[in-house]
């Protein structure tokens, strides 16, 4: 029997809403930037501090990555430390039902066989119309918005779990939101988990 | 409304089953082996060969993927020609609704919009206990006959649609048949294509 949903998604999929349907319709919470809030009380580091870098790798540069290869000998960088406390949160609110959203829930928790580990993904086009419906038109254009935030996303899960991000094996469940509907994702997930 | 199911799997994870269940359920054909009769008979070459090359790479070397490369050149390998066999087949079966299992569907019918992808998985222990159940015990370990097995067919999947085997967002639905059952993986599966 399943006790939680984890939601990995690329950027503009409709994910964290198809997370926040789901445990709607299961009457359990849906934590995803509840985390962030809580990080930031925790680690004292500013909620602006703890999205951008509770998530994402940074730009990198190969420069970049061998001062990062370096640091991790030298001591733990800011981005380890945000990595440990939301370890610590995920772990502790993973006690009681719900679904996380994002944050490598999926890696934290696979020791358990009570949870359900899901992948939202879509095509371009359905992600780059909606990211400009939901957070409007930016400098950056659209498709390079999508490929930067997938990039970074992609670098710091495989930077803690060491597996690859958005590989079909690594979740239970992979949809595409733009073929399938969110609805029909919600309808779907609903299902799966009372089994 | 879709038409097809196109079902892609890692070896020993029930994809040829759940899809000829769920074609069963749907009232339509499954096509697996069926199409490797049709293409010995409309190639020549004999039903053993064009199993063995219809869907998987040799074995490489590093010379071997070299004199591959330049075969390109030089004309068509035995594979390319079973390739472009199964191309025709899979292009002339899809008129009719249909499931169709492996062999590059997905890819070779991207242009339409009523096709669904699904991709079938499971961990290596699910497949390793259930390939031994139904193909018995062979010289080489199960866990060497799936990576194996894997292997070539990613590599050729490669070699004919530049695109990555396995990747959830190559696929509208990727589901773990070792997590979820067999049978639910069908209900699922019909649920999704009749609506």
Chains 1, 2 share one sequence.
Not at 63 to 72: D, P, Q, T, V
Request: charged fraction near 35%; hydrophobic fraction near 35%.
């Amino acid at each position: 029997m399943n006790k939680i949903i984890t939601i990995s998604r690329q950027f503009g999929s409709g994910g964290r809403t198809i997370g926040k349907l789901t445990a709607e319709r299961l009457g359990i919470p849906c934590y995803d930037r509840e985390i962030i809030e809580e990080v930031a009380k925790s680690s004292g580091f500013a909620k602006e501090y703890v999205e951008a870098h509770g998530e994402y790798a940074d730009h990198r540069t190969w420069l970049g990555s061998a001062i990062k290869s370096a640091n991790r000998f030298g001591g733990m960088t800011n981005q380890d430390k945000i990595w440990i406390e939301q370890r610590k949160l995920i772990l502790e609110i993973a006690k009681s039902p719900c679904v996380i959203v994002g944050r490598c829930a999926d890696y934290i928790l696979k020791e358990r066989d009570d949870v359900l580990n899901v992948f939202i993904h879509a095509d371009t086009k359905f992600r780059a119309e909606r990211i400009v419906k939901l957070y409007g038109e930016k400098a950056d254009k659209p498709e390079k918005r999508l490929k930067d935030k997938d990039k970074r996303r992609a670098a710091y899960y495989k930077d803690y779990t060491e597996t690859e991000w958005g590989v079909a094996s690594n979740y239970h469940i992979s949809l595409d939101s733009g073929k399938l509907g969110v609805e029909n994702c919600v309808d779907l997930l609903e299902k799966i988990f009372s089994r």
